[in-house]
């Protein structure tokens, strides 16, 4: 039910914008996020984006160069990627939940099928 688009390669400090399209008429109702996983590594928490969009949540390593936002019209959230680096370089997936304020797989139960993001430097 979630599909994610948007990836691709990218020269380091260049800009890419990811889309996460969700079917179904409760997609407002479910807290999204954006999680990621470079080969050989645990998949990690991205970015999380509240229902209405007016919470938001980034982790330590993309604050300030990433924003997630949301669309509800368009059951679409989006992640604008910015001042892309090498270590951004991952297969990306976003992830539905119940719950605003989970950083973890185990807080999100619907996932999207990845897409890959590659940065060259």
């Known amino acids: 039910q979630l599909q994610a688009s948007g990836g691709g390669l990218v020269q380091a400090g260049g800009s890419l914008r990811l889309s996460c399209a969700a079917s179904g008429r409760t997609f407002s109702s479910y807290v999204v996020a954006w999680f990621r996983q470079a080969p050989g590594k645990e998949r990690e928490f991205v970015a999380a984006?509240?229902?209405?969009?007016?919470?938001?949540s980034y982790s330590d390593s993309v604050k300030g160069r990433f924003t997630i936002s949301r669309d509800n019209a368009k059951n679409t959230v989006y992640l604008q990627m910015n001042s892309l680096k090498s270590e951004d370089t991952a297969v990306y997936y976003c992830a539905a939940g119940p719950t605003y304020g989970g950083r973890t797989r185990s807080d999100f139960g619907s996932w999207g099928q990845g897409t890959q993001v590659t940065v060259s430097s």
């Open positions: 984006i509240g229902r209405r969009g007016s919470g938001t």
